[in-house]
């Protein structure tokens, strides 16, 4: 499948900073899911863009894909303890998924 | 919302032993679902993808005869790890998309929790 790159591998940041992650594609991609997984546990569906240059927020969580559809970001402001987690992207296109490579944040207290 | 349930949680085995996972969608109804390996601190690695009533799709590298899976029903696929070795060790995960997807129609993948196989 398709390949799909994420960076940075690993942040740590403290608590109370931002935090962002990248996903980048070298091909168009259809759309873009991002999915949480909380350390132990399983990936969780947080929010899919589909139009060129959509921002969703949700709480302190920003999503938007580039406007050719090749990237996408996720920005956290002001973190806290509870975002801890590998944050990954994923492109659904028809019954496939395809997941990038994941970042890894800690949040230092 | 949706659930995927899968288990067991953790099994621990012996190498040349044979161990089955099973994965349930416990509200709707899966023709397709698919298992996942995920290596610690890293990310999923899509192992295949699960057909109801049909032949698993094997990603390329994937022994088909090493990971035996089957879905026979639109509820239940299981992953068979068959003369398991300690390299077989890993989180295994299974996954599905509801029919229809979610209220605003995405189609979104639901996962179970995860098992954890350690091969001694």
């Given at each position: 499948?398709?390949q799909?790159?994420q960076?940075?591998?690993?942040?740590?940041?403290?608590?109370g900073?931002?935090?962002?992650?990248y996903?980048?594609?070298s091909t168009?991609?259809?759309?873009?899911?991002?999915?949480?997984q909380?350390?132990?546990g399983h990936?969780?569906?947080?929010?899919?863009?589909?139009?060129?240059?959509?921002?969703?927020?949700q709480?302190?969580?920003t999503f938007?894909?580039g406007?050719?559809k090749k990237?996408s970001s996720?920005?956290i402001?002001?973190t806290?303890t509870?975002?801890?987690g590998?944050?990954f992207c994923?492109e659904?296109?028809?019954?496939?998924?395809?997941?990038?490579t994941g970042t890894?944040?800690?949040?230092?207290? | 919302g949706?659930?995927v349930?899968?288990?067991p949680s953790?099994?621990i085995?012996?190498?040349g032993t044979?161990?089955?996972?099973e994965?349930r969608?416990?509200?709707?109804?899966a023709?397709?679902?698919f298992?996942?390996?995920q290596?610690?601190?890293?990310?999923l690695?899509l192992m295949?993808?699960?057909?109801e009533?049909s032949k698993?799709?094997y990603?390329?590298g994937v022994e088909?005869?090493?990971?035996?899976i089957n879905?026979?029903?639109l509820?239940l696929?299981t992953?068979?790890v068959t003369?398991?070795?300690p390299e077989d060790?890993?989180?295994?995960?299974?996954?599905?998309?509801p029919?229809?997807?979610?209220s605003?129609?995405?189609n979104?993948?639901?996962?179970?929790?995860?098992?954890r196989?350690?091969?001694?």
């Amino acid at each position: 499948g398709q390949q799909v790159m994420q960076i940075p591998q690993y942040q740590h940041v403290q608590e109370g900073e931002d935090f962002t992650t990248y996903c980048n594609s070298s091909t168009t991609l259809s759309n873009i899911q991002w999915y949480k997984q909380r350390p132990g546990g399983h990936p969780v569906f947080l929010i899919q863009l589909v139009k060129s240059g959509e921002v969703k927020k949700q709480k302190r969580l920003t999503f938007q894909f580039g406007e050719a559809k090749k990237n996408s970001s996720l920005h956290i402001t002001a973190t806290q303890t509870t975002d801890v987690g590998t944050y990954f992207c994923a492109e659904n296109t028809g019954n496939q998924f395809y997941f990038g490579t994941g970042t890894s944040l800690t949040v230092i207290p | 919302g949706a659930v995927v349930s899968q288990h067991p949680s953790r099994v621990i085995c012996k190498s040349g032993t044979s161990v089955k996972i099973e994965c349930r969608s416990l509200d709707f109804q899966a023709t397709t679902m698919f298992w996942y390996r995920q290596f610690p601190k890293q990310s999923l690695m899509l192992m295949a993808t699960s057909n109801e009533g049909s032949k698993a799709t094997y990603e390329q590298g994937v022994e088909k005869d090493k990971f035996l899976i089957n879905h026979a029903s639109l509820t239940l696929s299981t992953l068979t790890v068959t003369s398991a070795h300690p390299e077989d060790s890993s989180f295994y995960i299974c996954s599905a998309s509801p029919r229809g997807g979610t209220s605003s129609g995405a189609n979104v993948l639901t996962f179970g929790a995860g098992s954890r196989l350690t091969v001694l």
